[in-house]
């Protein structure tokens, strides 16, 4: 069964250092998500990809976070420099792009990210 | 705006039916959905319904959509210990790139 991978699954690090993510989405998926989970809430999106372009980033703390899928398949998402409130899971997911059906997302395990 | 709540918690014992609610503002929602998370991991899609619908059914799951009242609930009959997890209400709206919008979760331990 086809599933959304994601590296690392922990990260640490320490407040002004870099870190990124990784998300390979299931073959096929046009839609790519990026979420930020803190714990105890729901999901957050922070950046939406249709194929290679961005569809919303509007939630992006744009002046530290970066998020780019250059082939339309991948997906990376950068933080520099990492603060003591990025720390949350980090979560990846992909769709079908089509609007007018349901959006089934299917999430990766998540990056776990502690900021020191 | 969009809004969606649920209650924190809920603990049943095993072989009872779990009743999870949540509630939305949005009356534009197309698709209503319900999401398990399990302890470390993502998010996993477990049904959802159309705003046109009332009830859909499937296996031991329920889902009853009051649009009035903007109420969503998530039944699930003879709960198992395997149930136990976060459970996440979350809507979106037909056309453009359709964003879902999840609420914050409502933790559901089964006791054996």
């Known amino acids: 069964e086809a599933e959304v991978a994601q590296s690392p699954r922990y990260k640490i690090t320490e407040k002004s250092q870099a870190v990124a993510f990784w998300c390979d989405p299931i073959?096929?998926?046009?839609?790519l998500y990026w979420y930020r989970q803190i714990l105890g809430q729901g999901p957050e999106l922070l950046v939406q990809?249709?194929?290679?372009?961005?569809?919303?980033d509007s939630q992006l703390p744009k002046d530290r976070f970066s998020a780019e899928r250059l082939k339309g398949v991948d997906s990376t998402l950068k933080i520099q420099p990492a603060e003591l409130g990025d720390s949350a899971m980090y979560l990846c997911?992909?769709?079908?792009?089509?609007?007018?059906?349901?959006?089934?997302?299917?999430f990766g395990p998540g990056t776990r990210l502690t900021v020191l | 705006g969009e809004d969606v709540e649920q209650s924190l918690f809920l603990s049943v014992r095993e072989g009872d039916s779990s009743v999870i609610n949540c509630t939305y503002t949005?009356?534009?929602?197309?698709?209503l959905y319900w999401y398990k998370q399990e302890p470390g991991a993502g998010l996993q899609l477990l049904t959802y319904?159309?705003?046109?619908?009332d009830m859909k059914q499937d296996q031991r799951l329920t889902v009853l959509l009051n649009k009035k009242d903007k109420h969503l609930s998530l039944r699930i009959a003879d709960t198992q210990t395997g149930d136990s997890a976060i459970y996440f209400c979350?809507?979106?709206?037909?056309?453009?790139?359709?964003?879902?919008?999840f609420g914050i979760g409502t933790k559901l331990q089964v006791i054996p």
């Open positions: 997911a992909s769709s079908r792009a089509d609007r007018d059906r349901v959006n089934e997302q299917f």
């Open positions: 073959s096929g998926h046009a839609t």
């Open positions: 990809f249709q194929d290679e372009s961005v569809v919303d």
């Open positions: 949005d009356s534009s929602s197309t698709y």
């Open positions: 319904i159309f705003s046109n619908m």
């Open positions: 979350a809507e979106s709206f037909q056309g453009g790139y359709q964003k879902v919008t």
